[in-house]
């Protein structure tokens, strides 16, 4: 995968800020994610990371400041809005539709797709099946890039809580997005989880997806991120490649300590393979 | 395709049993227990897609069958329009009734619908009372013509019930198809987690509107069904009480799914007949027996057959 300089900017933060009561979770934020890379938010617990995923998506509103997605303005409008832009993402705790089994929540990750309208739907049976089928056929096809073909019958209560994540990471690929979100896909796992999901972001990002990811783990981090913004108390300390950040002083005292230093050398995507 | 074949082999085998059993009952009261079987399913499934599905609460059935009772026998008594065309015009004003309540208490999350639904109730049934001029007040409305085919009159119970059956069964098969499809899963998913559904591109307030719509048209279909077998209309019986009868129904037999609902719908329809003995005592026996399934089988009866559904989550 190579990586010009040049390349187009798909994500930007311009100024954004959010308050919550007496609390400021995020401040004055701008940040650029260019087109082809896996660009991750990191920082300290609390830091403002997921506040920044859920204001993109439209869960959160802005208190101030503009998003835009390659060249639509998506701050102010409604997350289902913003989905339709082609982002989608998966949630720091789990958000699965409990009463339903794994291949029906994958599904449901898109109806904008199926473009049959709720009468057509009653009365166009023959439609009606097609849509059904082509919309198994993508689940499928989803459940088998992701490695979840066995357990498409099963109800995610029932499932290790890795298979879990992976149910929502194929969720939010029914939407083929363009752009896709991870709030802390790694968290939870055990290692040898960690080097499936690690495996698996990578094939997704090799698709043609772009990913956002946040992430503590910072193994995971270094080996696979093109770009890191680090933020602290919602505000940007550091931005930068791998090895940038794991050289900044900033980003040693506020998050990784020294330790970190020491324990690890050369970061990158290189050292994956 | 296997699961498929065997709902397929249950519901023509339940369909059959439905169709001979009247053959063997002779006793009018028994009769008209199972015409008012059917029309209790039809409310259960439309309530369903609203309570069961979406998961908000709409404590209204009261109010949107009996305005779907009073359009269809109003219209026919006062201008003499074919019962069929009242129909029509009950389902007309289901759609009416589910957008104009859905807009206003849809839009926002939280409890909404079922105070605003409560309160439609509440006005619909003073209107019916009070409005002696059009409603005939607490005498209501007599005569109401029943419905014919080809000049064939549908007058007996027999008859009625194979009219009605078929007019249930287009409906079941309607939700059946619905449950089962993308529709169903963007209503179950709204109740599940309206976040995760909402980032996944869906306009939450749209669809929970359009599961309300097809509660209500479902409800005055029932209640123009209802009005053109009894013959007459008044109002006193369309309280909380009978809107809460139906979400008792839908809790018993099984939130969600067709079956259940169905099932649901028959067994507290019948079971309070044979529980008429203890009269007093029956609504103390029938709440703790609901109270029990809440408690013991909150995914309703029929989670007793599909072990998978049934695990606890
Ligand atoms: N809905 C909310 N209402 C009020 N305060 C909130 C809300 N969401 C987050 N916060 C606060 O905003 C701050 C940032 O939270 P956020 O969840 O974005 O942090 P984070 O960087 O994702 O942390 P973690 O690594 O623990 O997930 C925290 O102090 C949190 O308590
Ligand atoms: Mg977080």
Redesign the pocket.
């Known amino acids: 995968m190579e990586n010009n300089k040049e390349s187009k900017t798909i994500l930007e933060l311009k100024n954004v800020t959010k308050r919550?009561?007496g609390?400021v979770?995020v401040k004055d934020l701008s940040l650029k994610m260019k087109e082809r890379t896996i660009h991750s938010l990191i920082?300290p617990?609390?830091?403002?990371?997921?506040?920044v995923i859920n204001m993109i998506t439209g869960l959160l509103p802005l208190t101030d400041g503009e998003i835009y997605h390659r060249d639509t303005k998506i701050s102010g409008m409604k997350a289902y809005q913003i989905a339709q832009t082609r982002c989608s993402r998966t949630f720091?705790n789990l958000k699965l539709y409990r009463s339903m089994t794994v291949k029906e929540n994958i599904m449901t990750g898109m109806m904008m797709d199926m473009h049959q309208g709720f009468l057509p739907f009653m009365f166009d049976f023959k439609k009606a099946r097609q849509e059904d089928k082509a919309m198994n056929e993508k689940a499928d096809l989803i459940l088998k890039f992701i490695g979840l073909q066995e357990l498409s019958n099963e109800y995610p209560a029932n499932m290790p809580y890795g298979k879990q994540k992976l149910t929502e990471l194929a969720r939010s690929l029914m939407l083929e997005p363009s752009l896709l979100f991870l709030d802390?896909p790694a968290a939870g796992l055990n290692p040898s989880e960690r080097v499936e999901f690690v495996d698996i972001i990578m094939k997704v990002f090799e698709s043609g997806i772009d990913i956002f990811l946040?992430e503590?783990n910072m193994d995971v981090i270094m080996n696979i991120s093109d770009d890191i913004t680090v933020i602290n108390f919602g505000s940007k300390i550091a931005e930068g490649t791998p090895e940038q950040i794991q050289e900044d002083p900033l980003v040693i005292e506020a998050y990784l300590g020294d330790r970190y230093k020491k324990e690890h050398g050369k970061g990158g995507r290189k050292c994956l393979k | 395709m296997k699961k498929q074949n065997k709902t397929l082999i249950i519901a023509l085998i339940c369909i059959g049993i439905a169709a001979i059993l009247p053959l063997f009952i002779s006793n009018n009261y028994h009769l008209n227990l199972m015409i008012q079987v059917l029309i209790n399913i039809i409310i259960v499934l439309g309530l369903n897609f609203i309570t069961g599905l979406t998961g908000q609460m709409n404590l209204g059935t009261a109010g949107i069958f009996s305005m779907g009772a009073y359009t269809s026998a109003l219209v026919a008594t006062k201008s003499g329009v074919n019962p069929w065309i009242c129909l029509i015009l009950a389902a007309v004003m289901g759609i009416i009734i589910g957008v104009g309540l859905g807009y206003p208490s849809l839009r926002v999350s939280g409890v909404y619908l079922a105070l605003t639904t409560i309160g439609f109730s509440e006005i619909v049934r003073v209107l019916m009372t009070n409005l002696t001029d059009l409603t005939g007040g607490a005498l209501g409305v007599n005569n109401i013509p029943v419905f014919s085919i080809f000049g064939h009159e549908f007058r007996e119970n027999k008859e009625i019930y194979y009219l009605y059956l078929v007019i249930a069964l287009l409906l079941i098969f309607n939700a059946y198809r619905i449950v089962n499809s993308k529709w169903g899963r963007s209503f179950l998913a709204i109740k599940d987690n309206p976040e995760a559904i909402n980032a996944s591109g869906v306009n939450i307030a749209k669809l929970r509107i359009m599961a309300f719509t097809l509660t209500a048209v479902y409800s005055t279909i029932a209640g123009s069904l209802y009005a053109h077998y009894v013959g007459f209309m008044n109002p006193s019986a369309y309280n909380i009480e009978f809107s809460i009868n139906y979400v008792v129904m839908l809790v018993i037999g099984g939130i969600g799914s067709v079956a259940g609902n169905i099932a649901g719908a028959i067994l507290v329809t019948i079971v309070p007949e044979l529980l008429r003995f203890i009269e007093n005592y029956y609504w103390l026996v029938f709440s703790i027996i609901t109270l029990l399934f809440v408690i013991f089988l909150p995914n309703g009866m029929l989670s007793l057959f599909n072990k998978k559904k049934s695990m606890k989550k």
């Open positions: 919550f009561a609390l979770a920082g617990n609390g830091a403002g990371k997921s506040t720091q802390e946040i503590h």
